[in-house]
């Protein structure tokens, strides 16, 4: 059992570690969303990344309609001729939407809208160059597509957030309770063992006591039998702490004297050996 203490606490220690690690990147990425949704006016996103649903076939063949696709947040001025960018038109038919198109022209200034722009058309054959975006309507660069358009589909459908999110949260949560519950209770339970274990050493004490008392009053009642000396009045009465020495003294000297019999016992069989030895030597003289 003393060998497994220390394994487990070991086992504590490394889980306690994964919990703050992981309740830290929570609370760091929430922390990201909430900065960008808020504070940047952007859509939300972890660290600027985020994934985005393609909703026409406006891109293809590049992108193909119901794809997803990283993309990373980005100032217009950043972008490049080439790049795929996600941007809100301003102005045209399609303005108010998000729309994820190539930018054919970087940011330029436009003389009749008094602002700089950039330029934007679609890869799919015949498309026309989008009315100017001003940089300012740029949200974010393509990355790379992503090819689990079911999964996550799934992810962001109500049983997915259920499955993966809802569930998960509420086991961490139960174990938590059940984690603290245990902790509360845990001194209570070193609480009994301490008292049982003083209890233990009490009757132990109290045995030793008794035994000890008993012995006393055997010794008392041999030297009122023999005469030798009446019996002296105590000045006091003993503690109990003076009653275990005396006790254990007095099992001292029992076991020296059994000892020194022992010796004694062990001697007599040379000492008749020596008289043999010289009896039979007379014999032959």
Known sequence: MERQKPKKKVG????????GIVVSLVLLCLASVIFTKYALKQPASVFGYRLVKIV??????????GQYILV?????????EGDIVVHVPEYGDFAGYTMTHRCVKAAYYDEELDRTCILTRGDKAGAPVD?????????SVYLSTMHLAGFFDFVTSLWGIIILVAIPSLAGIVLQIVSM???????????????VEEERKKQLAEEA???FEEQQKVLEFLRQRKGDAPAKAQPRPMTEQEKILAFMAARKAQ??????????TNREPSAKE???EDTSAKSEE
């Open 56 to 65: 026409t076939d406006s891109m293809s063949p590049t992108i193909e309609s």
């Open 181 to 195: 519950v245990r902790s509360l209770n845990k001194p209570k339970e070193e609480d009994v063992a301490k008292a």
């Open 274 to 276: 020596g008289e043999t």
């Open 131 to 139: 009315k100017p975006v001003p940089i300012e309507n740029v949200q």
């Open 209 to 211: 006591i008794k035994e």
């Open 255 to 264: 076991q020296a004297a059994k000892e020194t019999d022992d010796g004694a």
């Open 72 to 80: 990373k947040r980005a100032v217009g001025t950043e972008v490049k």
């Open 12 to 19: 504590k220690i490394i889980g306690s570690v994964i919990t």
